[in-house]
């Protein structure tokens, strides 16, 4: 992934593109620092741990600099994280999710809100990477009422 990204550095680099060079270094800055970190090469699902944290991040600050009127650091924001997305797994939609949810719950009996950890775990193994926690997590209080 870190080749991808560098390839795709070198064709902004050349395309004069200043904002998507400012994206992908800040990107690639992250994944190297991880890397010193652990001393050694990052494997593609931590360097996706890494994007997704970033994509967090990112989102949050939209949100701040959205509700602080400050729609420039936004946009500035919102552009490094579409370079993020081209990266990311499709997430799955509600809809997808709560058929999921539904079929967890009748698959593991639960019945309750004290079953909600044993549905959560068996839900998370399966949708790692492509759902949301908090949009999982809100789905499956609904389903357990």
């Known amino acids: 992934m870190l080749n991808q990204l560098k390839e795709e550095l070198k064709q902004a680099m050349k395309n004069g593109d ?32 890494i994007l997704k944290s970033t994509a967090k991040q990112l989102n949050e600050s ?31 939609s509600e809809n997808k999710i709560t058929a999921i949810v539904k079929e967890t719950i009748k698959s593991t009996g639960a019945n309750s809100m004290q079953d909600m950890g044993k549905v959560m775990g068996v839900i998370m193994k399966q949708l790692e990477g492509i ?13 357990l009422k």
């Open 18 to 49: 200043k904002a998507t060079m400012i994206g992908l270094r800040n990107i690639i800055g992250k994944i190297n620092s991880a890397k010193i970190d652990k001393g050694e090469d990052l494997d593609s699902n931590e360097c996706m741990k």
């Open 62 to 92: 939209i949100f701040q600099y959205n509700k602080g009127g400050r729609e420039d650091l936004a946009s500035k924001e919102l552009f490094e994280l579409s370079i993020i997305k081209k990266y990311l797994p499709e997430q799955l």
């Open 131 to 143: 759902a949301d926690g908090k949009i999982v997590q809100k789905i499956v209080m609904s389903e």
